[in-house]
C-alpha cells in the first residue's frame, strides 16, 4: 500500500512537472506581445480546455472505449469534446478577454483587424468568426490541442501496453512457479516410497544395518522437504541425495555391485536446480534389471567446470522388455519440460537407446 502511494505521488509529479512546462513555453509565447502578469494569466485560462481534454481522453474515453475496442464511440466522443474546446474558444473566451480588459499601452499595427473586446461592437459574438485575427489564433490554439490529444493518446496508451505487459509476466512466472511445484509433487512421493520400501524391507530382517539407511532416509526427506523449496542448492547435496537413494536400492540384494558413481570432477559448491538428475537415475534402475548381477549395470557421472555441468547415466537393457517399478515414476516428458522450465535454452538433453544400453547425457550452462 505504501508502495502504490510511493507510485502515485510519483505519477502526480511527473503530470505537473509536464504542465508546468507546458504552461511556461506558453507565457514565453505570449510575453512578446503582453506583459508577463497578462501572458501567465492568458497562458492558464487558454490551458483550461487543453488539459481537460487531456485528463477526459486518458481516464474516461480511452479505459472505457478504445481499448474496448468501440472505436466508433470513441471517434464520436473525442468529436464532441473539441467542439466544446471550439465552443469554449468561440463564445466564452471572448467574454473573458474582454472582462480582463486590453493590455495597457496596447495598440495593435495599422491594418490589423482588432479584436472584438477591442471594438467594443455589441454584435461582436456574430462578427467574430470571421475575424482572421481570432482564425489565426483559434488555429494555433487548435493545433496546441491536437498536440496535447495525440499526446495524451500515447502516453496512455503506452501505460496500459506496459502495464499489461507486467500483468502478463509476473503471471507466466507464477504459472511457471505453479507448474514447477506440480513437477516436484510428482516426483518426491515416489522417491519416498521407494525408500520407505527398502527401510521395511530391513526393519523386516532386523538387519543391523536399519540405523544407518534411517539416517540415510531423514537425510534425503530433509532435502526434499526443505532444499528442494529453494531454486537453486548445492551440487553436493544432490550428489549426496544420489548416493543415498543407490544405496537404498542396493539394500533390495547384497549382490548388487554392478553400479559404478564417478563424482571425482564435480565441484560441490556449483549451484543447480534441484532434483534435476533422480528422474534419470529412477529411470535407470527401473530399466537396467540391476539384480542380475552378470548382465545388469548402471554408470553414473557428474563433472563440471566454471560454465557448464555435464550429467552422463547409462544402464544396461535385458533382453526381454523390464520394468521393476510398475507404481509411480516421473517419466522422461516430465523431466524435460522441466528442464525447459529451469534452464530454457541454456541445456542439451541427448538420450539414446540400442538393443543393449540406454544412455542419456545431459549438459548444463551454470549460471554465472
Known sequence: MKLKSIKNKYNLLIHLIFWGGYLALSVFVFSGREDVERALLIGSILIVPQVAVAYINMELLIPRYFIKKQYWSYLLLVVLCFAGFFLFYEFVLPVIFEYIGPPRGSDR????????????????????????????????????????????????????????????????SENLNSELKFLRSQINPHFLFN????????????????????????????????????????????????RNYVDLQKLKDDKIT???????????????????????????????KIEDVLNGWIRIKIENDESKLRFHVENSLPAQGFTKDKVGGVGLENVKRRLQLLYPGTHTLNIETTEKEFRVNLELELDA
Not at 482572421?132 to 495524451?152: E, G, K
Not at 525408500?195 to 531423514?218: F, G, Q, R
Open 109 to 172: 499595427p495599422q491594418g490589423t483587424e482588432r479584436p472584438q473586446w477591442m471594438k467594443g461592437n455589441p454584435d461582436r459574438v456574430n462578427r467574430q468568426f470571421f475575424n482572421p485575427f481570432r482564425r489565426m489564433r483559434l488555429m494555433y490554439s487548435f493545433t496546441q490541442m491536437l498536440a496535447i490529444y495525440f499526446l495524451s493518446t500515447a502516453f496512455k496508451t503506452s501505460q496500459i501496453a506496459l502495464k499489461r505487459e507486467k500483468e502478463a509476466s509476473e503471471l507466466k
Open 258 to 288: 554392478n553400479i559404478d558413481i564417478s563424482f571425482e570432477n564435480a565441484n560441490g559448491n556449483t549451484m543447480i536446480a534441484p532434483m534435476i538428475f533422480i528422474p534419470f537415475i529412477e529411470n535407470s534402475f527401473k530399466h537396467s
Open 195 to 242: 525408500a520407505l520400501n527398502n527401510i521395511y524391507s530391513l526393519s523386516v530382517i532386523k538387519s543391523e544395518k536399519t540405523p544407518d539407511n534411517i539416517l540415510k532416509l531423514s537425510d534425503m526427506l530433509r532435502y526434499i522437504i526443505y532444499d528442494c523449496n529453494e531454486d537453486r542448492v548445492l551440487l553436493e547435496k544432490e550428489m549426496s541425495y544420489i
